[in-house]
């Protein structure tokens, strides 16, 4: 009978780790919250289709549904508490941090990309560990959510909300929390779906988000000078 013997050396040769559990733990977190929280916001959004019905139905009625969002918004505001915390008072989150700043080199890149995909030029940018497609995402998300945050406290507590803002800023911000959450989500499902899992060399599903590593030929082609391979 042959046993299969894992070979560590030849595991860490064939692939290089880039998302640690600690990281996957918070995309999971991630990933469930905002699909919880667009899913229960969806129903007031837009609360006159028969979706909507349907999806407050599966919920498990009004109340229920205004928990959920409550509930799910509650673990995504101490998910973003701890992630200022990791990248404020601890060296590993202070040195990722440094990696996802915007440069200059970010748009010189991106153009290269552009160039390569119109064939105006035959060379491939070498990339950074986070390329300008994952400080967009992280940007932009982040922004979103600080929004979705703010616009969701002054919303939740209503009543004192009204002591400070007249009327028509509750419901300018109500429209605010609405659309920003649909285009946070918008941003996860389809810009980041297709660039991690859909775009050619990741279809059907780029495993990293579960393994935290990814084939170290195929992440040395566009991070020569991250990886070390030329």
Known sequence: MRVFEFDEDREKERYVEIMPVFFRVQHLILMITVGVLFLSGFTVLFHRTRASELLVAMEGG???RGLLHRSAAVVLLFLVLYHLYYILFSREGREEFQKLKLQKKDIADFIGVLRFSLRLSDVYPDLDR???KEKFQYWGVN???LIMILSGFILWFETASMLLFPKWVLDIVL???GYEGMIVFI???FWHLYN??????NFPM???WITGKVDRELYSRDRRGYTGKK
């Open 143 to 145: 922004t979103g959510l």
């Open 196 to 201: 991690v899992h859909c775009s050619p060399g």
């Open 130 to 132: 986070y390329s300008y």
């Open 62 to 64: 009004v109340e229920v």
């Open 175 to 177: 429209i605010i929390h």
């Open 206 to 208: 780029n495993r990293v």
């Open 187 to 189: 941003i996860l499902l």
